[in-house]
């Protein structure tokens, strides 16, 4: 038997990360992780925004909505971006958008104003999400002890959970809690900016500006799976959507709770059990993960429901994490099968295609229970869009089932 540690020792060593190497991977994780959370500093403010610009309930999910779909365009002209003019520029350019965003709330003054800032701050997120990603791909190398990837999801999935906890504490412990905690994002994402834009360029190769739709594909080779992880994570991105757009209402008029930190913990909770939901994909059988997540999405929804109609905060809470860990099971199950089955030179298209879905799912829903909440009330809108997500978490595992039976038939 060979001594583990000679073992070791016979691996392959990536050379050791000098200073500059650590200082740009330090900014490039950053400018990612400020800018996420730029993108969901509104959430517990919007009660807020109610009373001070007179937001109806719907408003709320429109304004919410429209950063999702501008996440969705961004992907779909310019998520290729980086590759035509490099990593530096577009983080720059990310950045920037992103304290453009802080800066558009900083002054916000009435309902349009706020719309310019959600698009923004959907641009910005969609071009760092994959320049960020290449850039510490390619700043880190293979065989670090901590990967790129996992460094990518902790600032994406960490600066979504982190920005709606962040604006809460400040809209809590701080004067004007419709300026301070814009006023905190803005002097972040200026450091975040400066940071990269001391970065040297880590991309070797452009191919150069041209500006048109990135096509959507789904590759033939795994379509049905990778169909039934779009559905699955879609529905959990519809959950948290609709957390993220409605969770201040629901702590306001449903629980009677004022604590914007509550509600900016609900979210956080919601997006850090998703990082830790694509980690755990790891450790499960590819087999049984779409199914145990399709699981964990009924569950969530039976909680969130059970919330509503008791009126308690706890089901919520739980019922966050629960949906997030499937979300994030469902992501890292999809994913992989997009990065290890599919021909190679469709990879990209089809991830991108991958997040475009998700995204429509994450703003489409909230529109629906915006509408819902106009004709009826928050909780059984809730209710209605409870049992939504567990149907088609149902279909999705029913479809798993029975593709199953039949391949052993």
């Known amino acids: 038997m060979v001594d583990p540690a000679l073992r070791s020792a016979d691996r392959p060593q990536a050379p050791a990360l000098g200073r500059g190497g650590r200082l740009a991977a330090a900014s490039v994780t950053f400018a990612f992780w400020i800018t996420m959370a730029g993108t969901t500093a509104p959430t517990p403010l919007y009660p807020v925004y109610g009373e001070d610009f007179g ?24 998520g290729r971006l980086s590759d035509q003019i490099g990593r530096r520029p577009v983080l720059v350019l990310s950045t920037l958008l992103s304290a453009a965003a802080a800066l558009v709330f900083l002054c916000a003054q009435n309902l349009g104003v706020v719309l310019v800032g959600r698009v923004l701050s959907g641009f910005s997120a969609a071009l760092v999400t994959g320049a960020a990603t290449a850039a510490l791909t390619e700043v880190l190398g293979p065989g670090r002890r901590i990967r790129p990837a996992t460094l990518a999801l902790f600032a994406n999935m960490g600066g979504l959970a982190c920005g709606t906890l962040l604006a ?65 994570a879609g529905a959990g991105f519809a959950v948290l959507g609709v957390l993220t757009a409605v969770t201040g209402l629901f702590m306001d008029t449903v629980v009677h709770e004022t604590s914007h930190s509550l509600t900016g913990l609900v979210v956080f909770t919601a997006f850090a059990c998703t990082a830790l939901g694509q980690l755990l994909v790891r450790f ?126």
């Not at 937001?55 to 310019?78: H, I, N, S």
């Not at 809460?168 to 400066?194: E, N």
């Not at 994450?362 to 809108?381: C, H, N, Q, Y």
Request: charged letters at 10%; proline letters at 6%; one cysteine or more.
């Open 168 to 232: 809460g504490i400040l809209a809590d412990t701080a004067p004007a809690p419709l300026r301070t905690p814009w006023a905190v994002m803005l002097a972040l994402a200026v450091v975040g900016l400066i940071g990269v834009a001391l970065t040297p360029e880590s991309s070797a190769h452009r191919s150069g500006f041209t500006l048109r739709l990135q096509p959507l594909h789904v590759p033939g080779e795994i379509r049905s799976d990778f169909l039934r992880s779009a559905m699955a």
């Open 284 to 409: 499960l059988r590819p087999a049984a993960a779409l199914p145990a997540a399709c699981l964990g999405l009924v569950l969530a929804a039976a909680l969130i429901a059970t919330a509503m109609a008791t009126r308690t905060l706890a089901p919520l809470v739980v019922g966050a994490a629960v949906n997030g860990l499937a979300t994030g099971v469902s992501i890292g199950h999809g994913l992989g099968s997009i990065t290890t089955r599919s021909a190679p030179e469709h990879r990209g298209a089809s991830v991108s295609t991958f997040f475009a879905i998700l995204y429509t799912l994450l703003a489409l829903p909230a529109i629906g229970v915006g509408v819902l909440i106009r004709e009826s009330s928050l909780r059984p809108a809730g209710e209605i869009f409870s049992a939504v997500v567990a149907a088609l978490a149902l279909a999705v595992l029913l479809s798993l089932v029975r593709t199953r039976r039949d391949a052993r038939t």
């Open 55 to 78: 937001f109806t309930p719907f408003t709320v999910t429109v304004v919410f909505a429209v950063y999702a779909l501008g996440v969705v365009l961004g992907l779909l002209v310019l």
